[in-house]
């Protein structure tokens, strides 16, 4: 961040000015335009206290900066560097040693600049706010300060009376001589000791929140009990809104009652009377913001009764134990068929890192499936847990990273962005569903939350718990190489695996089926044992109500101006929406081409299905969980517990119901589906669709009750519909491992895709090129093992109005090839869960 307007401040410092001579020198991430790596900068003498993780004012050019320090210079510098101007004050480091190295090794890996990987390891606007403040140094009271002063300088007298009531911004302050003379006058008192300045974080919405509180005095508890006996207070009466205050702080807590509530109940001027005639005095105290605190703790309960582990579930806790207790980092991949018990694996290892005075990081890859994690982490361990994802307000979220920094928790649960939690230490990390998708990250700085995980369990000798249903195709790979341990989960510790029936939506077509649901599906709804509470699950990987709007007449199909993408139709508010870039337009009543107002709409996505459902089956309880949904602050949250507390019979949504749920009522599974995103050219696409099966399957016959899986296709021959529908998972992963080493794709190298997006098309595809010739000449000159593929249109040709083309590096280490070789207009992408 670059200080806006403070050139009036850019005074130099005591003790500041040219360097010379050795000293102590630190590597500084640069929060400000051109801060792509770290710099050299000289501590001062009298920071020689100064912290790693601590924020500094830097100049930066001929401006000053933010920075934070990141670690102790190596080497000698080539040139003196400068001095640092200022810390910046807080309660200590922003970041623990742990969370630096971490972000030293996200910054290398994934070619991200070092300032944006720190930003994204705090509080989102904790940056945005840098300011001085003055306040009195401690020392004589504020009247003997005052007279002093007065004796000597009248405008210093004004300013030491303005700070009379607590620390000020600088630039709030008022003084004669204008800004720079007010800066030199609150120097000048700063030397002789009379006032303190400091640089102060005041980010918006990232500070703490403080609220009033009352208590009674002695004198305040004396007056009490004269009243409760009857006898009258000495002075003037209290009044009647005055004495019920003062019974009630007399029952209340003995550190007293917020002052809201108590003005609410009382009046504000009651109680504004009660501390002025010394009865009750009040204090300011932080009120953190908990997004747990309003959630039973036995909100969906803990393990089942009688639920002893079985062997394999009992071999795979006793080798995170041993690894817990050695401090192994090498991951273990938790490889299990779904309901196989891998949570009560979970919560053995974590109660056993607890038990080793060591804390516990859980990543699961969707807001949704987060809740169900921590209600049972809670009601099975006795435990401080943090919850840390995007869905929180900005308070809520920095109020738990500041629990989490303060070390004040024992295991954080969160999304993908808890992996950058500040913890001090941990002890072991879970990464559930580790094959998600959602793990990658689509902004700077682009990790891959799962691999961040790993890389964190080896800076912290932690062990590191990888589980899934489906692992990722790399994840098997390394593992039948040796780099990951593996323990295979290959039954349901309670009910049996669902029956799979495949429908050929071919056939429904020739049959006249027009709708969404096949006949199967809909016979097995209407078949749906309500009154005994079975449920059911309805998973299309579409949102909205309609995916193309289509002209009858002229066969125009209405597409984002931005795009060029076809725009979907939502019932939900009446607008058409591009899925890329969110664009929302109007409703059109015609068509935009030829006026016709034959308007079609084909397809359907979760929106469709929903209203099919409650159409066809008005008796059921209907619900929708996507991402429409979830944009909405704790909509996830309800819809996940009413259909977990059987307040709802049958939840229809996107692949967020297909992970994690674990609701024993349900007994039916339908994939509307199964061939959305199947023949996507992206060498992903089938393992993408295999995950969703099986995922989705498997959340049926949980319970005591037999599951069912209907899985709707127009391609019921395809090999990983055909291995999910079989479960002959050792097939299908031989084969997408053949294909990976074919082309040296993951395991058996690394990625990186290149996006370059022009409003120009034709200068966009110049510039591919040139980057395309200039790596492939590069690669030669290194004699490289990188093969420079493309460039290419992207399969989005056109997002946001801009015209996109790929590039893509294939190889051990195709990253090192780019060094100092991409700039804007390129965006990097490390590791890329796709190529499209």
């Not at 056939?507 to 044992?529: F, K, T, V």
């Not at 199947?678 to 949980?702: F, H, K, M, S, W």
Request: charged share 25%.
């Amino acid at each position: 961040m670059t200080l806006p307007d403070t050139s009036w401040l850019e005074l130099p410092l005591p003790g500041v000015g040219a360097a010379g001579g050795a000293g102590r020198t630190v590597e500084v991430a640069v929060d400000a335009a051109g801060g792509d790596r770290t710099y050299t900068y000289l501590v001062p003498d009298r920071l020689h206290d100064l912290e790693l993780g601590e924020a500094v004012l830097v100049g930066f050019g001929r401006r000053q900066a933010l920075g934070i320090v990141l670690a102790e210079a190596a080497g000698i510098p080539v040139a003196a560097p400068k001095p640092i101007v200022d810390r910046v004050r807080a309660d200590g480091p922003l970041l623990p040693p742990l969370s630096l190295r971490l972000a030293r090794w996200i910054a290398d890996r994934y070619l991200a600049p070092p300032a944006l990987v720190l930003r994204s390891m705090l509080p989102p606007g904790l940056l945005e706010r840098l300011e001085l403040v003055a306040e009195l140094a401690p020392g004589p009271v504020i009247p003997a300060v005052a007279a002093d002063a007065a004796a000597r300088d009248a405008t210093a007298a004004d300013l030491l009376g303005q700070l009379e009531s607590g620390p000020r911004q600088v630039r709030d302050l008022a003084g004669p001589d204008g800004r720079a003379g007010l800066l030199r006058r609150l120097r000048s008192l700063e030397a002789e000791g009379w006032v303190s300045l400091g640089w102060v974080l005041l980010g918006a919405g990232a500070g703490p929140r403080y609220e009033r509180w009352i208590r009674l005095t002695e004198t305040g508890r004396a007056a009490s009990a004269a009243l409760a006996a009857g006898t009258r207070v000495g002075g003037r009466p209290l009044g009647p809104h005055q004495i019920e205050a003062l019974a009630e702080l007399a029952h209340a807590p003995a550190d007293g009652r917020p002052a809201a509530g108590l003005s609410g109940h009382h009046g504000s001027a009651a109680v504004a009377g009660l501390v002025r005639r010394g009865l009750a005095t009040a204090d300011v105290r932080e009120r953190p913001r908990r997004p747990l605190a309003a959630r039973p703790v036995g909100r969906r309960g803990g393990r089942p009764p009688n639920s002893d582990l079985l062997p394999a579930q009992a071999d795979a806790v006793a080798r995170i134990e041993a690894a817990v207790a050695a401090r192994d980092p090498r991951p273990l991949l938790l490889d299990g068929v779904t309901g196989s018990g891998k949570t009560a694996i979970y919560v053995e290892a974590i109660a056993a890192s607890l038990e080793a005075g060591r804390p516990a990081l859980v990543l699961v890859p969707e807001i949704a499936l987060a809740l169900p994690l921590v209600d049972r982490l809670r009601a099975d361990l006795d435990a401080r847990v943090a919850l840390l994802h995007s869905g929180l307000g900005e308070g809520e979220r920095a109020d738990e990273w500041r629990r989490v920094r303060a070390g004040d928790v024992d295991i954080v649960v969160g999304t993908r962005l808890a992996v950058v939690a500040p913890l001090a230490d941990v002890g072991l990390i879970v990464v559930d569903e580790e094959h998600d998708p959602a793990y990658k990250s689509d902004r700077t700085p682009r990790l891959q939350a799962r691999d961040a995980a790993v890389a964190l369990a080896t800076l912290a000798g932690a062990a590191i718990v990888l589980g899934s249903a489906t692992p990722a195709v790399e994840s098997v790979g390394r593992a039948r190489t040796g780099e990951f341990d593996r323990v295979v989960l290959p039954a349901r510790p309670v009910g049996t695996a669902p029956t799979v029936e495949i429908v050929d939506l071919r056939e429904e077509m020739a049959a006249g089926q027009r709708g969404l649901l096949s006949r199967s599906l809909a016979a097995a709804l209407a078949g749906l044992d309500i009154a005994g509470g079975e449920q059911a699950i309805l998973v299309l990987n579409r949102r909205g109500t309609a995916s193309v709007v289509l002209c009858r007449d002229c066969g125009h199909v209405q597409a984002c101006p931005d795009c060029e993408r076809p725009l979907v139709y939502h019932q939900a508010g009446t607008t058409l929406r591009c899925h890329h870039c969110g664009r929302a337009t109007p409703l059109a009543s015609r068509c935009p081409s030829c006026g016709s107002p034959r308007i079609r709409y084909l397809g359907g996505g979760t929106e469709r299905v929903e209203r099919e459902v409650r159409e066809a089956f008005p008796g059921l309880r209907v619900a929708r969980l996507d991402r429409d949904v979830v944009e909405h602050r704790g909509a996830a949250e309800r819809v996940v517990d009413a259909f977990a507390d059987g307040r709802t019979d049958v939840l229809v949504g996107t692949s967020l119901v297909a992970k994690g749920l674990d609701i024993p009522a349900v007994t039916l599974v339908g994939v509307v589906s199964s061939d959305i995103a199947l023949n996507l050219p992206d060498e992903r696409a089938a393992e993408r669709t295999y995950q969703l099966l099986v995922q989705a399957i498997g959340r049926a016959g949980r319970g005591t009750r037999p599951g069912h899986a209907i899985v709707q296709t127009y391609q019921p021959d395809h090999p990983a519909i055909m291995a999910a529908a079989s479960g002959d998972r050792t097939a299908f992963y031989d084969a997408e491992l053949r294909l990976r080493e074919r082309f040296g794709s993951p395991p058996f190298g690394r990625l990186v895709k290149l996006t370059v997006g022009l409003a120009d098309p034709a200068a966009a595809e110049r510039e591919a090129h040139a980057m395309a010739d200039r790596l492939r000449e590069r690669a030669t000159e290194r004699a490289a093992a990188v093969t420079v593929v493309g460039p290419a249109p992207a399969y989005i040709a056109r997002r946001a109005d801009r015209w996109r083309w790929n590039v893509v590096l294939r190889g051990p280490d195709p990253a090192a090839l780019l060094d100092g070789a991409v700039d804007a207009p390129w965006s990097v992408d490390v590791d890329p869960e796709s190529l499209l």
